[in-house]
């Protein structure tokens, strides 16, 4: 059963600094990764897709990298703004079956202060 | 506006009553889905229909119904077999009914239910 770990759960910075979220996952037989963004009480937004086949994707100040053989994915965010703070969430899509069936990690809560 | 929309943001439900969340996009996606989030812990797949009259269960599809009459809706009864139904709810739906492995997930922005 793929399971997904996200560390850490928390996370404060001053503004401006470059970051890094962690998300490591058990079963290297993955579809693709999704990184997520989610404010509080609100949905989910999108913010990086990547391929079972590549190693990275970037968007903008985001940068996602994965590394199947390891089973990690890492997402950096550079100059960091208090609008970045949210939680992040890391899902990985199974490989087998149909349908896309998300595995999701519990989180990042990232706070950038002023 | 082009999106996902639940409805209501709060819902709140008596012991033994059944309750339905709403679910409708104006995407034209093929595939629909529920997952349930309860704090400290990640979402997870309740139900999903890959197109229309078709829907599969997910990892925790007990006490739970769904229906896919209409393309565009997906709606989630709560029945009263759930014992434990409060945590926020969330819709999302994708394009394809076969996926493809660039596929994003596009979600709505959720209900909140609990229990009186």
């Known amino acids: 059963k793929q399971e997904v770990t996200q560390i850490p759960a928390a996370l404060s910075v001053p503004e401006g600094e470059n970051l890094v979220l962690n998300c490591s996952f058990t079963?290297?037989?993955?579809?693709?990764l999704q990184w997520f963004r989610q404010d509080p009480g609100k949905g989910l937004t999108s913010l990086l897709l990547?391929?079972?086949?590549?190693r990275e994707q970037t968007s903008g100040r985001l940068n996602a990298s994965l590394d199947k053989s390891s089973g990690r994915s890492t997402l950096y965010i550079a100059a960091s703004q208090p609008g970045d703070s949210a939680t992040y969430l890391c899902?990985?899509?199974?490989?087998?079956?149909?349908?896309?069936?998300?595995?999701f990690g519990t989180g990042t809560q990232l706070k950038v202060e002023l | 506006d082009g999106g996902i929309t639940q409805s209501p943001k709060y819902l709140f439900r008596k012991e033994g009553q059944n309750v339905t969340l709403s679910c409708e996009q104006n995407?034209?996606?093929?595939?629909m889905y529920w997952y349930r989030q309860d704090p400290g812990q990640g979402l997870r797949l309740i139900y999903y229909?890959?197109?229309?009259?078709?829907?599969q269960k997910g990892d925790i599809a007990e006490g739970y119904s769904v229906s896919r009459e209409k393309k565009e809706s997906f709606p989630l009864t709560v029945t009263s077999a759930q014992k434990n139904p409060t945590a926020f709810y969330l819709c999302?739906?994708?394009?394809?009914?076969?996926?493809?492995?660039?596929?994003?997930?596009?979600f709505g922005s959720g209900t909140q239910l609990s229990v009186l």
């Open positions: 999302a739906s994708s394009i394809s009914r076969q996926r493809t492995t660039n596929e994003k997930l596009f």
């Open positions: 079963d290297s037989a993955i579809y693709n």
């Open positions: 990547i391929q079972s086949s590549q």
């Open positions: 899902a990985v899509n199974r490989l087998t079956g149909g349908g896309n069936k998300l595995t």
């Open positions: 995407l034209n996606h093929d595939a």
């Open positions: 229909s890959q197109i229309v009259n078709d829907f």
